[in-house]
T-cell receptor, first 111, second 114 residues
Framework: AQKITQTQPGMFVQEKEAVTLDCTYDTSDQSYGLFWYKQPSSGEMIFLIYQGSYDEQNATEGRYSLNFQKARKSANLVISASQLGDSAMYFCAMEAQKLVFGQGTRLTINP | EAGVAQSPRYKIIEKRQSVAFWCNPISGHATLYWYQQILGQGPKLLIQFQNNGVVDDSQLPKDRFSAERLKGVDSTLKIQPAKLEDSAVYLC????????????FGSGTQLSVL
């Protein structure tokens, strides 16, 4: 069975600071993918970043990076230099047999 | 390129009524997904199509929910009869279908069952 856990219901960060959103996962599959999606108040899910289970390097996409620690089964999202427009819900997801989402973290960037 | 299109954007019905949602995926995308997102939760997969065949419908409440993807393109999701607990956002997503790839989501249909 696949399981994704996001333990932070809400995060408040000052603009321009870096923020880390936590995600842990559980699966017995050796091959899997980890994703982060952003969901603004408009409701649409926006893909941010992907990490494959066999990728040795941590994934990076602009201001987003994924801190992948396979032994700890964690895949934390790091957003550098946060902006007001980063305020949204953030979902961690894992695909092994199917794509399963965590409960999400609501990030609020304060000016 | 055009994104995933969904309609309607909002729907309000009374319990025991029926409702249908429509989704048009990105052209060329073989895989289509329907997710249910209850307020305050992450999306839950209801059904996954590969072309016009069902890959996974293990979490679809088949006594009241049905979905089809005729000709492997557009898809409709139907609820009959609706219950109060069906109030949620229904998200459609599509992907090329090669596995371990990002999904493209529509804006969703917000359903309120009164």
């Amino acid at each position: 069975a696949q399981k994704i856990t996001q333990t932070q219901p809400g995060m408040f960060v000052q603009e321009k600071e870096a923020v880390t959103l936590d995600c842990t996962y559980d699966t017995s599959d050796q091959s899997y993918g980890l994703f982060w999606y952003k969901q603004p108040s408009s409701g649409e899910m926006i893909f941010l970043i992907y990490q494959g289970s066999y990728d040795e390097q941590n994934a990076t996409e602009g201001r987003y990076s994924l801190n992948f620690q396979k032994a700890r089964k964690s895949a934390n999202l790091v957003i550098s230099a946060s902006q007001l427009g980063d305020s949204a819900m953030y979902f961690c997801a894992m695909e092994a047999q199917k794509l399963v989402f965590g409960q999400g973290t609501r990030l609020t960037i304060n000016p | 390129e055009a994104g995933v299109a969904q309609s309607p954007r909002y729907k309000i019905i009374e319990k025991r009524q029926s409702v249908a949602f429509w989704c048009n995926p990105i052209s060329g995308h073989a895989t289509l997904y329907w997710y249910q997102q209850i307020l305050g939760q992450g999306p839950k997969l209801l059904i996954q199509f590969q072309n016009n065949g069902v890959v996974d419908d293990s979490q679809l409440p088949k006594d009241r929910f049905s979905a089809e993807r005729l000709k492997g393109v557009d898809s409709t999701l139907k609820i009959q009869p609706a219950k109060l607990e069906d109030s949620a956002v229904y998200l459609c997503a599509s992907s090329l279908g090669r596995g371990l790839e990002k999904l493209f989501f529509g804006s969703g249909t917000q359903l309120s069952v009164l």
